[in-house]
């Protein structure tokens, strides 16, 4: 799964929407990688990433969550920021 790491400071993952790839949060980059470590994910089968069988929500969330570093999936509820768009949402909210 492809994950671009951007930046420094507090982890903010960020999961693009259904049909989309991490590069629509290009225009955002600059201005957040100063204060926060971007983690722009690309969904399983969009983007750079590899398609996952099964392809459903439940393994979708597991094979991102298995790719986010570690500190990530330990405080991802209480520190870790994230902003999704559209399908991506679902990932995070289900996280």
């Given at each position: 799964?492809?994950?671009?790491?951007?930046?420094?400071?507090?982890?903010?993952?960020?999961?693009?929407?259904?049909?989309?790839?991490?590069?629509?949060?290009?225009?955002?980059?600059e201005k957040f990688?100063?204060?926060?470590t971007l983690h722009?994910?690309?969904?399983?089968?969009?983007?750079?990433?590899?398609?996952?069988?099964?392809?459903?929500?439940?393994?979708?969330?597991?094979a991102i969550s298995?790719?986010?570093?570690?500190?990530?999936?330990?405080?991802?509820?209480?520190?870790?920021?994230?902003?999704?768009?559209?399908?991506?949402?679902?990932?995070?909210?289900?996280?």
């Amino acid at each position: 799964m492809h994950i671009k790491k951007i930046g420094q400071g507090k982890d903010l993952v960020l999961i693009h929407g259904w049909g989309m790839h991490s590069g629509i949060w290009e225009p955002i980059i600059e201005k957040f990688s100063n204060q926060y470590t971007l983690h722009l994910v690309d969904i399983p089968g969009m983007g750079r990433s590899d398609s996952i069988d099964p392809y459903d929500l439940n393994h979708l969330v597991e094979a991102i969550s298995q790719k986010l570093p570690h500190c990530i999936k330990n405080e991802f509820v209480t520190s870790t920021k994230n902003s999704s768009y559209g399908f991506g949402g679902g990932d995070a909210l289900f996280y």
